[in-house]
Every structure is written in C-alpha cells, then in structure tokens.
C-alpha cells in the first residue's frame, strides 16, 4: 500500500543545536541580556503550563495577538520549558534560538525537543516575545497551524486540527483496535498507547515534518520519533526513556482508503511505536517496514496475491528479485510500482518467516538484528543464530517463496 511509509528517511528527529551564546558579529552578549531572555521564557513556560493566560501575555509583546496559548488550550502538558542554545542581540531587539521541551501528560516519559526561533524586542527594559516559530528546516508543531482539538480512546490520543470531532473520534476507534493487535503480535514489552497528529491537510502534515508536500502525495500515514545516534528513528516507545513516537496522518490519502486499509495503515505505524526500542541502524528496512506490514495484515485472510499485486505481477512476468529489497528501494521519490515491490518483499520475507519458523521464531530474529546495533554481521548472525540458516539460503528460499505464493 502506498499510504504506509515512514518518516525516518525526512530526517524528522529534531537536531540539537550548539549549547553556547553568540551576539552579532561574534561579540558575546551580556550575560543580563541572556539571563533577561532566559527568565522570559522560564516565565512563559510556567504560564503554559499554569494556563494563566495574563501571565503568557505578559511575556509577550504588548498589545500583540498570540494563538499559541489558546492553540494549546486542550492539550494534556505534563512540562514545558525552554532551554536557550543561541542569542543575538541588536541593541533593544533579539534573536534566540532555543530547544522547546515538553510531554504530554501520560504518554510521553521523556521530553520531546522542538527546535525554536524567538523574536523579541525590549521596551521600557524588559524583554517581550514578538514571534515563536520553528527554526529553520524544523517541523513545526501541530499548534502552530491552528487550535489543537483532543480526543480520547482507551489507547490513544488523538489530536487534531481543523478536523471535526467525530472523524477524530474514528482515528481513536481505529488506533484502539491496532494497539491490542500489535500487542498480540509482538508483546506487551511497550507502552501500550499511542498519539496521533492529525493537521489540516497534505500541506499541514509536511510542516509538521519540515519537509516538502511533495514527498508525502499518497503516503497515507507516518510516524516520526527520538532517537540516539545508535538508532534510527521510525518505531517504537518501548525505551522506557523516550518520549511517546507520533503517527501522523495526511488526511488527503487517508481518507481515500476503505476501512480495511485505514486499519491496516493505523496497525502498521502502530507497530513502528512498539518496536522502536529494537530497531536500530542495524534493521534494514525490508525487516522494520516488512513486519509492520505483516502485523497489519496478520490475521486478515488476504492472500499472497491480494497483498502483493505489483511484485506478482513481477513474479508472473518472470522478473524474480535476485535478492531482498535494499534501504534504498524504499525512497520514496522513486517509482511507485518499485516503491510498492520493496514493501511488500519485505512483507513476504517476514510471511516465510512466520509461515516456516512460527510467529515467535519471527519476533526474536527482528530482536536479534536490531540488538546488534551496527549493520554489519546483524542480519547475518540473526539468521545463524534465531533461524539456523545462512543469508544465501534465506534469499533462495524467498525467492522460491515468491514463485510458490505469486506464480
């Protein structure tokens, strides 16, 4: 499906910026100026948090609307701060960059970064905020494009933004339905919930990414998540120190999809969430994208061929992969029938697995590749160790899979 990709490869876990202060032209500003600032924002944060809007108010410019706050209104916040990284100061005006923090109360179990610019200026010598946006090539978060509306489920939370109510509600329904099923399949060793962002439109889910509209015409659904420089981030919230991952939606391709594949969309990005914590630089994205596809699908009774029409296709036409699909066959600027092949190859690898070694068998080789954290030899040694089997006799058997499933 063309709706089930992934936000890892738009580079969406935010970038820290250098902890140092510098003023225009390399001179060093103040040390009152940026104590000033930092007390400021200390100030707009606790109002926030507090929701004491005279006090939020009072950190800004005066006499100037700001829709942040009342944006904000109904979403659950367990902290908020901000940690300033950089200040430029011209003389009663500046400009700060600065790391927001912040969870979302009973989902989040560490702080998600936002990396922000802020504006301000000094009248009758205090500092104001005039404008806080995201930084240059950061997404943006979901109350800087409108007021956040909030839904609950029994295992999700749904916010939304230009989005009625009740169609809120059916993400809820829908995400509700996947947790349990992923659990099923994978186990409970993660939290259990998840948080769904779903903005406007198109455009409103590729600012939430700080990437081009472009990119993401037809992607129905991705999830976006923290991670150390060790891994790298599509899944999972089962660190017990990492924040709750997002799944965002693009309502545009979304709502194209019949319920089947909106279920199937809604279990997939689920199972990135559960699994995080095991997948690491060393999965490659034909194990990560193939068992989030066998997840979503598992227990359908569709068929090899109703899942995997375009690589059938191939199959038929006697165009045989000669091997598992690589990271790079899964970008999405390339050609959507090509695109679609490398899902569901993925998809089969995983089906043999299942289908040969047993579901369990299926769980710990995804385990055993991504505890190795490095790329090289993890593959390997899982498929030694987990399936007893060697990398040239693994692809042989797929690619007998493929012409016993699709021929």
Request: hydrophobic share 40%; net charge neutral; aromatic share 6%.
């Amino acid at each position: 499906m063309a709706g089930r990709r992934r936000a890892s490869r738009a580079g969406l876990s935010l970038v820290l910026l250098l902890a140092v202060l510098v003023g225009c032209g390399g001179r060093a500003p103040s040390d009152n100026a940026a104590a000033e600032v930092r007390r400021v924002l200390d100030r707009r944060a606790a109002a926030v948090l507090d929701r004491d809007e005279p006090a939020y108010r009072a950190t800004g410019q005066p006499g100037a609307a700001d829709a942040e706050f009342g944006n904000l209104r109904e979403v659950p916040l367990a902290s908020w701060s901000y940690h300033l990284t950089t200040l430029h100061r011209s003389g009663d005006r500046a400009t700060a960059d600065a790391e927001l923090r912040y969870r979302i109360k009973g989902y989040d179990t560490a702080p998600v970064t936002a990396a922000r610019t802020l504006r301000l200026t000094r009248t009758g010598g205090t500092w104001h905020v005039v404008s806080d946006e995201p930084a240059q090539k950061a997404g943006a978060q979901l109350w800087d494009q409108g007021a956040v509306t909030v839904v609950r489920g029994a295992h999700s939370l749904v916010l939304g933004v230009g989005q009625a109510g009740e169609r809120l509600r059916a993400y809820a329904d829908l995400a509700d339905r996947a947790v349990p099923a992923v659990s099923e399949a994978w186990g409970t060793d993660w939290a259990g919930h998840v948080v769904v962002l779903v903005p406007m439109s198109l455009e409103g889910m590729a600012g939430l990414l700080g990437a081009a509209a472009s990119g993401y015409r037809g992607i129905a659904a991705v999830t976006t998540g923290e991670v150390s420089e060790a891994k790298r981030g599509e899944a999972g919230s089962g660190s017990a120190k990492a924040p709750a991952d997002r799944i965002i939606v693009n309502p545009d391709a979304y709502g194209v999809l019949g319920d089947f594949g909106k279920q199937v969309v809604l279990t997939h990005e689920t199972t990135h969430v559960a699994s995080r914590a095991h997948t690491t630089a060393a999965t490659p994205l034909w194990l990560s994208e193939g068992y989030a596809d066998w997840v979503g699908y598992r227990g359908s009774g569709r068929t090899a061929v109703q899942v995997a029409p375009e690589l059938a296709r191939a199959v038929v036409g006697g165009q045989i992969p000669a091997g598992l699909p690589d990271d790079k066959d899964f970008g999405f600027s390339g050609d959507a029938a090509e695109l679609a092949r490398a899902y569901e190859g993925g998809w089969m690898a995983c089906r043999m697995i299942a289908d040969h070694w047993g579901e369990v068998r299926l769980d710990d080789f995804y385990r055993a590749v991504g505890d190795h954290q490095k790329r090289a030899g993890a593959v390997e040694g899982a498929l030694r160790d987990v399936l007893h089997t060697t990398p040239e006799k693994f692809t042989a058997q797929w690619r007998d899979y493929l012409r016993a499933q699709l021929g």
